[in-house]
């Protein structure tokens, strides 16, 4: 029979209506070489202390909930396993880069405002009736587009981009990825309108490509080249504006 | 947030391929110094030569030549990143084809500058 | 709706795109050539960069070119990546670090330009 391994879980603890300021907790977890972080994050609840807050659902890397910083790295924490990490200690703690909430969970508001911003709905290029049927689309041009489709507004992207921890205005990878999801839809007419927010000062020249977001992204959106692809479309935007009737973006 | 880049390996070695431009600023600077003396007469354009042939200055070049160099490898390392998809024959390039397609134009151009300095010094 | 304001990076970033691409594919033989091989005299001649070869050089339409190219694009491209490595080190984007970095590649960008055409043709 062998001997029940024991993994050191540190986890960055703060309640906001009694902590002025975050503060670490060691626990000593039992584990099994199955078992996730997040089952180790639930351990932690059932068996030491009820008031550990994280947010998950899935446990199968589709729902986005779970990310964390693992050892300083952003990660699912359902698909990242107490066994790799063993006999060393692991810390846990809230994603970088957002405000915390409360232990393990941060505030999401400024991310989801960043997706609404970008116009995440397919902008037909004319009016269509119902009549005039389905759109129809080939191969390649479902493909220029559909891997960014992938992206589960888990936010460990924006956890990975220095950019976004210097300036949080900055609309980020993920937006950037859900926004060229649609620029590149043979369905949408709608580059120009989202064009705005990407020349902006808020927009993609904040990126310096760091690359760590398409680094972390758990589903190989690639955002990052969202993000630098966008760059391109903007100084075309920047520099061919006054030859436009319309004036490109304003 | 100071020192955000320390605590990251990913984040360090991006510092350093971002460090190459003090090392690009500095050679294109001792040119732009060339430059002028080159437009201040033949003894002054002389006496750039001469700095250029000191310890300090040869040294100095070989630093500039690795650290530009790691700039030209880390430039096209970044492609897959920084490119849209590039399409050959309606089918889309490989990550690995573009970076050492990169890579290899680097070569030839090199070697294609050596060539044509070599042609018209003889 | 919020107004955004445009930002003007374009230019700068163009400048570092071109530059970087410069550097990356002429950099590396540039500073053999220029500060090994000549001044060692190693694989060209130590006379490769005489007064008059580097006079005519500067004075053909081509070689002047090319050098203010060279010369300015590699400062926009290191001024823009310094600039904002600046502010990654968290050094701000204050009109001291633009003069420092973006100063520095137009100020050189208008010598160059200056002396060159001083040179003639």
């Not at chain 1, 199955?34 to 994280?54: E, P, R």
């Not at chain 2, 397609?101 to 294609?112: R, V």
Request: with cysteine; net charge neutral.
């Amino acid at each position: 029979m062998s001997e029940q391994k024991v993994i050191e879980i540190e986890v960055l603890r703060y309640k906001p209506e009694s902590d002025q300021e975050p503060h670490s907790e060691v626990y000593k977890v039992p584990f099994t070489d199955d078992m996730s972080v997040l089952q180790g994050a639930q351990y932690i609840k059932d068996y030491f202390d009820g008031s550990l807050t994280f947010r998950w659902s899935c446990r199968m890397a589709i729902c986005g909930s779970c990310g964390m910083m693992i050892n300083g790295i952003p990660k699912l924490s359902c698909e990242t396993f107490l066994r790799d990490y063993y006999p060393n200690r692991i810390t846990l703690e809230a994603l970088a880069n957002f405000p915390i909430e409360k232990d393990l969970v941060v505030d999401l508001s400024g991310f989801i405002e960043k997706l609404e911003a970008i116009q995440p709905y397919i902008i037909p290029k004319e009016p269509r009736t119902l009549e005039q049927g389905e759109y129809l689309q080939t191969p390649e041009q479902f493909n220029q587009y559909i891997q960014f489709t992938s992206c589960i507004n888990c936010t460990l992207c924006y956890a990975a981009c220095p950019q976004v921890g210097l300036n949080p205005d900055f609309i980020g990878p993920g937006a950037m990825a859900l926004l060229h999801r649609y620029n590149m839809d043979s369905r949408d007419g709608g580059q120009a309108q989202r064009m705005e927010l990407v020349a902006s000062e808020e927009g993609v020249y904040n990126c310096s490509a760091v690359g760590y977001c398409s680094e972390v992204c758990p589903k190989h959106v690639d955002p990052g080249n969202a993000v630098n692809v966008n760059k391109i479309n903007a100084a075309k935007d920047y520099f061919l504006r006054f030859l436009s009737p319309k004036g490109g973006a304003q | 947030m100071g020192g955000w880049w320390k605590k990251n390996p990913f984040y360090v070695e991006y510092m350093v391929h971002e460090s190459t431009a003090l090392f690009v600023a500095a050679y294109a600077i001792t040119l732009l110094v060339g430059v002028v003396r080159l437009g201040q007469g033949e003894a002054a354009w002389n006496g750039w030569l001469e700095a250029m042939k000191s310890p300090l200055s040869i040294v100095a070049h070989l630093a500039f030549m690795v650290a530009i160099a790691y700039h030209a490898f880390t430039w096209f390392k970044l492609f897959p990143l920084t490119m849209p998809p590039i399409i050959v024959n309606g089918k889309k390039v490989e990550p690995e084809v573009v970076v050492g397609s990169g890579w290899t134009a680097a070569i030839l151009a090199a070697l294609a500058l050596l060539g044509i300095v070599w042609r018209i010094a003889a | 709706m919020k107004t955004r304001k445009r930002s003007n990076a374009p230019i700068f970033w163009g400048l570092f795109g071109a530059g970087g691409m410069l550097a990356a594919l002429f950099g590396p033989m540039l500073v053999f050539i220029t500060g090994v091989a000549i001044p060692l005299g190693l694989l060209l001649p130590s006379g490769t960069m005489s007064y008059p070869k580097m006079l005519a050089f500067a004075q053909n339409f081509i070689g002047k070119g090319f050098i203010f190219v060279i010369i300015s694009l590699f400062l926009w491209h290191a001024a823009h990546r310094i600039f904002h490595s600046l502010h990654e080190i968290g050094i701000h984007a204050g009109f001291g670090a633009k003069l420092l970095t973006y100063g520095v590649a137009f100020a050189g960008t208008v010598i160059s330009a200056t002396v060159l055409l001083g040179i003639g043709f």
